[in-house]
């Protein structure tokens, strides 16, 4: 993973320059004055852990296993969103944790978590109390791995990449118990050896972990099929510092509250997922993908409101609003080649593939979708995971782009959808905005927006700006702060504002007690 960018270095292209032109003659984007910093001019805090932490820390994990080189605490320093990209490539490292420490079991997670709380597993205390930030892909675009350092003596990135094994697989009742630190690319390879997938494809997919998923509430392309990943977490056991919590022993339960759903999307703030036993599904016989027009975004949401409701649902469906199809995004490696309506991209996996596409065919018919052959499905099937890479062309030229997302009911969605809209137009003056609705459901649907703009002198606080803005306009307009990014810090208040002040109370009286020092993750979730 590139320490200031996204993905692979040699997969970034620079953008062609027909490309470069129209950014400067629609937005006025014009290159950076001056390029990003290599990594070794990253400026680093001074690594604040004592020796006798030090030390405590080898004993737990071993000594080769707690690094505290610059590389290692630059490349663990915050995540992959724009305003964390620009941070790095100006060289400001200051969120940098002190040491990253790599346990490869539960019962080292467990030790560590007792020694950050200011004691150790023997009693005997290192005398640090440490903020522990659990660290997986690095994928996070909600600032939810930069931890409050006030009041802490350091900060430990938690790197679970060691703990990354397919634990067992269960062919009968289809589960597959998982270590947090697999990533995803890496889990599917070891289900097809069983002929089985998760069918979680999320644009983040190369890199993110499972644990990761469940600790963000991750929803992956092809959701609409496969249900979202905490559709998919049937089990967990987590990690916290007053002990173990194991959850999930039946497919459904009446036996009170379901305390996964404490763990799913609590971002490392109530315990360390430390195992996850996964629905899986047979690997599909088949794969189609294919594209519709529609003349509006009013008509292709009508269109998917349909199948939603009445079916048969594809396994994929996603509909493109007029911007994002004359731009061509739903075909981020060839950008630039869009065409005029909105694009429908429908995809069927399994059995029974034709049946299904036929059927979903003639409900989009209808209701006045016009069919495109499968040429634009596979397409969007071949650039599906580059769109990350495209935004760090788009940085590299000057541009200041970004994502953000919410979901709302269907009755509702295009107030939010206008909301959204006028939001990054009147902080932004007239940026080029970008929609698509990517999950569908019976009742409502996520709407996802790409902005683009040319950098101002201080881009940082330009974006604040926005995404500010956007952020009161989503809960003035009645939406979720998030549909699956999570919550991080960048939308710590808006949760607040959404969960309500009773709502808060819970969530801290539940911190209070799993996490009575406040190590876990601090600053993120929980205002």
């Known amino acids: ?16 320059e027909p490309i470069v032109k129209l950014l400067h003659d629609l937005l006025g984007v014009r290159a950076p004055s001056s390029a990003a910093v290599s990594l070794e001019w990253v ?41 964390d990209l620009l941070r790095m490539r100006a060289g400001d490292g200051s969120d940098a944790p002190d040491a990253v420490v790599r346990p490869a079991s539960h019962d080292e997670v467990v030790a560590m978590l007792a020694l950050c709380a200011g004691g150790s597993a023997e009693g005997a205390g290192a005398g640090q109390r440490l903020a522990v930030v659990p660290f997986g892909g690095g994928t996070s675009v909600v ?19 060691r703990m990354d094994r397919l634990v067992s697989v269960d062919t009968e009742s289809m589960i597959a118990e ?7 690319p890496e889990a599917e390879r070891l289900l097809a050896a069983h002929g089985l997938t998760l069918g979680h494809f999320p644009q983040s997919f190369e890199y993110a972990t499972l644990g990761g998923f469940a600790a963000a509430r991750s929803s992956g392309q092809a959701s609409a099929g496969y249900g979202r990943f905490d559709d998919m977490v049937v089990g967990l056991t987590v990690a916290t510092p007053i002990g173990t919590l194991d959850t999930g022993r039946a497919p459904k339960s009446a036996a009170g509250p379901d305390l996964r759903q404490l763990v799913l999307g609590s971002e490392g703030a109530f315990g360390v997922i430390t195992s996850l036993r996964l629905r899986v599904r047979a690997v599909p016989e088949e794969k189609v993908y294919e594209g519709w027009r529609f003349a509006s975004f009013a008509e292709g949401s009508a269109a998917l409101r349909a199948l939603a409701q009445e079916g048969p649902m594809p396994t994929v469906l996603r509909l493109s609003d007029e911007t994002e199809t004359m731009i061509g995004l739903a075909k981020p490696d060839a950008i630039g080649g869009g065409d005029s309506g909105c694009l429908v991209i429908a995809g069927y ?8 596409r036929r059927a979903a065919g003639a409900v989009l018919a209808r209701l006045g979708g016009e069919p495109l052959g499968t040429a634009p499905g596979d397409a969007w099937a071949h650039g599906r995971f580059s769109a990350p890479y495209l935004r760090d062309s788009l940085l590299a ?15 509702n969605l295009p107030r939010l959808y206008d909301a959204v809209r006028l939001a990054l137009h009147g902080s932004l003056g007239s940026p080029l905005v970008m929609c698509h609705i990517s999950h569908v459901y019976e009742t409502g ?24 803005a956007v952020n009161e306009a989503i809960g003035t307009a009645g939406g979720t702060i998030s549909h699956h990014h999570g919550v991080g810090r960048d939308h710590r208040e808006a949760y607040a504002a959404e969960v309500g002040p009773v709502g808060v109370e819970i969530l801290r009286a539940i911190k209070q007690r799993v996490d009575p020092e406040g190590v876990l993750n601090p600053g993120v979730l929980i205002p």
């Open 143 to 161: 600032g939810g791995l930069t931890a409050a350092r006030d009041g802490f003596d350091g900060v430990v990135a938690l790197d679970l990449g």
């Open 43 to 83: 400026r680093l805090p001074p690594v604040s852990l004592t020796p006798p932490t030090l030390e405590a820390l080898h004993a737990i994990v071993g000594a080769e296993q707690v690094l505290t080189g610059d590389e290692d605490r630059v490349r663990h320093t915050r995540g992959k969103s724009t305003p």
């Open 349 to 356: 996996e399994g059995a029974s593939v034709e049946e299904r």
């Open 1 to 16: 993973m590139l320490w200031s960018g996204w993905g692979d270095p040699a997969l970034a292209k620079e953008l062609p």
């Open 445 to 468: 649907a996520s709407l996802y927006f790409t902005v683009v703009t040319a950098q101002d002198a201080d881009p940082l606080a330009q974006w604040e700006a926005a995404k500010t």
């Open 397 to 411: 030229a000057g541009a200041t782009v970004e994502t953000l997302e919410t979901a709302g009911f269907w009755a």
């Open 178 to 184: 998982f270590e947090p630190g697999i990533r995803a």
